[in-house]
T-cell receptor, first 115, second 113 residues
Framework: DTGVSQNPRHKITKRGQNVTFRCDPI?????LYWYRQTLGQGPEFLTY????????KSRLLSDRFSAERPKGSFSTLEIQRTEQGDSAMYLC?????????????FGQGTRLTVV | SQKIEQNSEALNIQEGKTATLTCNYT??????LQWYRQDPGRGPVFLLL?????KEKRKERLKVTFDTTLKQSLFHITASQPADSATYLC????????????FGAGTQVVVTP
């Protein structure tokens, strides 16, 4: 399977714990995006990498969130001191370099539940 | 600020009929508009892209229109099938976009036999 892979698929954590998600993009894609989606809403942009450089981070993103993409390959998204409001589906996508005419390939997502 | 609106109510349609979904945007001028399909618990899947200089785009049973005057895109599923049941998301993008997607809330389509 050469699609975008995300792990884990589901994560249940207690409030206050830290969690980390992993995304493996399509190998030839140099762009990687993280989105968050809550029920009944479309995915909301969180952050974006071109190769290993994080080029944009949403202003809505709390300081508790951090993302990395070492060596421009896989990426991790960490949430520190989780809150119940962090419960959502976290989606990773990758694409080739381009403008708005470049399609994004999404992973299956990681469903986070904070209890 | 940029705003994207899609029909919030689910669209229930009988198999074989045409489903028509609306995507309206305000406060910006996209050069491209992408449509995605999303099944429950899965990530979105790209369907079609239409450029601002294209009035209409077709792919199999799908048809998309892009009216920059009305600031609207219409998405049609002809000869709908139960397998078409899903949520459909639109994402208008500016010419200088580097691929960051801003989605509407999506419209759920339910096709009944």
């Amino acid at each position: 399977d050469t699609g975008v892979s995300q792990n884990p698929r589901h994560k249940i954590t207690k409030r206050g714990q830290n969690v980390t998600f992993r995304c493996d993009p399509i190998s030839e894609h140099n762009r990687l995006y993280w989105y968050r989606q809550t029920l009944g809403q479309g995915p909301e942009f969180l952050t974006y990498f071109q190769n290993e450089a994080q080029l944009e981070k949403s202003r809505l993103l709390s300081d508790r969130f951090s993302a990395e993409r070492p060596k421009g390959s896989f990426s991790t998204l960490e949430i520190q001191r989780t809150e119940q409001g962090d419960s959502a589906m976290y989606l990773c996508a990758s694409s080739l370099e381009g403008r708005g005419n470049t399609e994004a390939f999404f992973g299956q997502g990681t469903r986070l539940t904070v209890v | 600020s940029q705003k994207i609106e899609q029909n919030s109510e689910a669209l229930n349609i009988q198999e074989g009929k045409t489903a028509t979904l609306t995507c309206n945007y305000t406060n910006y001028s996209p050069a491209y508009l992408q449509w995605y399909r999303q099944d429950p618990g899965r990530g979105p899947v790209f369907l079609l892209l239409i450029r601002e200089n294209e009035k209409e785009k077709r792919k199999e049973r799908l048809k998309v229109t892009f009216d920059t005057t009305l600031k609207q895109s219409l998405f049609h599923i002809t000869a709908s099938q139960p397998a078409d049941s899903a949520t459909y998301l639109c994402a208008p993008l500016r010419a200088d976009s580097w691929g960051k997607l801003q989605f509407g809330a999506g419209t759920q389509v339910v096709v009944t036999p």
